[in-house]
């Protein structure tokens, strides 16, 4: 097919362009952009697609710096190897919340995992763990260099590197999302009745989303550790979970393609607002959260398709509003039956 | 033995305040089944409007007035405008508004008022010397518990005997029926927001003066708060209240001789997930008895 | 226009489809009318549509002047009380503030002469007041539920199946409460029922609904030794 080759070959060329037209600090916030999409992606998988809203999954991006931090400074184990024993330690983790949070839903879901957000700072500063995570203090990390002696500069060869990691997550998550797991995802999220009627196992779906959702995200906090070189207690706080699901929604759920905008979207918003005042960025989250979840609640990325469907003779599949269910919030409120 | 008193007492007045920003909490949650996580970030928003108020020449209970009426009229047009229409979507959407909210709460803080930690006026006394009761509590600790009780007995009685807060429990816990009786639902459930955002900056004006007010005040607190309206029973306010009472004494014993005072808030954290895991209905939640 | 009520050409439904295609009844002031048919006729749907529970088509006259389309706030604000499927009980609240709900839009002074005349009638809530509405018997409630109704002096009644998973005698005992409300109190009452005998020896008026139509309409005596009622529910 044309139109797909072609779109291929346009998207390696744009992901591979800023190599050569961006400067290494340019690079350098491109690369972390990578890996607040990868944790929007991991999100993405509970909140989005299985409907279980998180809250707090800026404490799985904490654990998955932590691992990578502690591996690297502790035991001089190269950065590209932290990254499987990130993966391992938050899907572990994830399972974990997963389990208790199968009897949460809802607003109750959201405030659990939003506690542990809250909760999670205090804990990485523990004095009780403070050989082992540094304490107030943190981690400080060592440049990763290119391999093989490769004239790239470290920024450059940290940015291929994060495409290299993220791309096939990506494709995971793609692929996941569009077989029988999306479906049967779909189904526990408008559906979980009918969906356990069907023989669909529940438990075992949820707690196995929430923990590929928590390795995702743990994958791209080892990312951003490597990228920033440094990990401490305060670079975790609450906002960043809220950053994760402001992202997620204004870059549209369910849309691996939403999870790249949400993370643009999130990365250089402060980037240009700072300029105006430092409560300018927080008023824009806040701002494009509640317009997105009113006037067009699919996220940047579904109304990019939208427009985009006639060009390409895209089919206008995917799910119709944000959240479960599929209905759309009835501005005016209307007379119902009750 | 007195130091365990002491963080008794000590416990008993932060829990006031954990107290009444977690029925705040449950006059929403009853109503319309939401969580306000923008409660804390509005109870800021107003201590900053007060303090502002404070500064600018007016008598302390002056400020403090108009400021709880300007709390209640911001949260009915929340209710009206913000939230009315998220009334039927699904929770990912009520969550979002409710995050957004906070979001830019915060932020409006931060513009119109700056990120400078401020010291706000307490109407009592010595704010830290604890020259009452024994040595246990400073005077403002008093007089903020004897207010909070205060409020707390006529949030409660407003509720029990008079018409209107008849009307709004009915709304709560049953708007079809409510509305074969004439109630105007919707009302109800501006007043419920109106009320939880006049009680919140209530909160916040009598704890600034103790944690001294910058955009983050809240933060630490409403986690407790949730942690005590949960306890308590997030559909019962007197349950609720008593959470926070709950909450305030076990985060200061837990935090002295258990945990110590850097896991605090892990302590709410594990209290939110012991509830919802063990007993969701809270101690005092209302498990409905009903025969068909 | 004599009638209290009267509903013409009424459509209504849900998302998923037209339930009532057209239907036209009449209650008068201070008689009783009843609406009989199987379940699924739209009889619920009825009551619901006058009440500004659904949005309808038609007419509807209340008193003279149409109600169709506005909220159910409003519908109970000019008289119409509705007693709806399943009773509607404030099953968090007692019995006392479930009786005090009902008099929500009432501001004169006689509510308290009202309670006594609504204890008069059913005096088994009288020893309840301070009891949780959710703990009452079956019977209690749709006690309560009417007296809930009583308390806001209605001209117009709307009772949805008040004989539903109730025994013989109580049923027996709530008709012959309606008979004396009916007498005394000068409401109008549209009653829709299953209990085809008790309410036909009760109404003025009664209609048969089928499938979302009249198919019978008339006196109650009438209707009661005509064909089809026969036919559909006595069985010969």
Redesign the interface.
Known sequence: MIAGRAALLAGTTVLLAPLFLFTDYHLFELTLAIATALAILGLNLVTGHTGQISLGHGAFYAIGAYVTAILMADYDVPYWATLPASAVVCAVVGFAIGLPALRLRGHYLALTTFALAVAMPQILKYRGLEGLTGGVQGIVLAKAGPPFGLALTPDRWLYLFALAVAAPLFLLVYNLARGRIGLAMAAIRDHPLAAEAMGIDLARLKTGTFAISALITGIAGSLGAIAVQFVAPDSFPPLLSIFLFVGLIVGGIRSEAGAVIGALFVQFVPDLADQVSKAAPGALYGLALIAVLYLMPQGAAGALRRALAPLLHLRSGGAPAAGTGGRRANPGGT?H?? | MAGVLHQLVAGLATGGIYASVALALVTIYRATHHVNFAQGEMATFSTYVALTLIEAGLPYWIAFALTVIASFVTGVVIERLLLRPMARAPALSSVGVLIGLLLIFNSLSGWLFGYAIKTFPSPFEATTAKGLLGGYVSAHELGATAVTLAMLLGVFLFFRHT?LG??M??AA??P??????????GRMLAFGWGLAAAIGAVAGMLIAPVVFLDPTMMGGILLYAFAGALLGGIDNPLGAVLGGFAVGVIENLGGAYVVGTELKLTLALLIIVGVLLVRPAGLFG?A????? | MSSLLEVRDLRAG?DAGEVLHGIRLAVDAGGVTVLLGANGAGKTTTL?AI?????VAGKIYFDGSRIDGR???EI??IGI??V?DGR??????SVE?NL???A??RRDRSVAADRERVFGYFPALRSRLNQ?A?????GE?QMLAIA?ALM?CPKLLLLDEPSF?LAPLVVREIFGLLRRMRAEAGAGILLVEQNVTLALALADRAYLLEAGRIIVAGSADDVARGEKIRRSYLGY
């Open positions: 007379r039956v009750e | 018409k008849l009307a429990r009915a816990y049953n079809a029926s409510s509305r074969l009786v004439g109630i105007r639902v209302r409905l008895v009903t025969r068909v | 849900y619901r009440s500004g529970m659904l949005p909220p159910t706030e109970a604000r009380a509705h709806p509607g009980t404030f099953l968090e609240l503030e005090r709900i009902g929500y839009l949780q959710g703990t009452l018997s079956g409630q809930r806001s998973g």
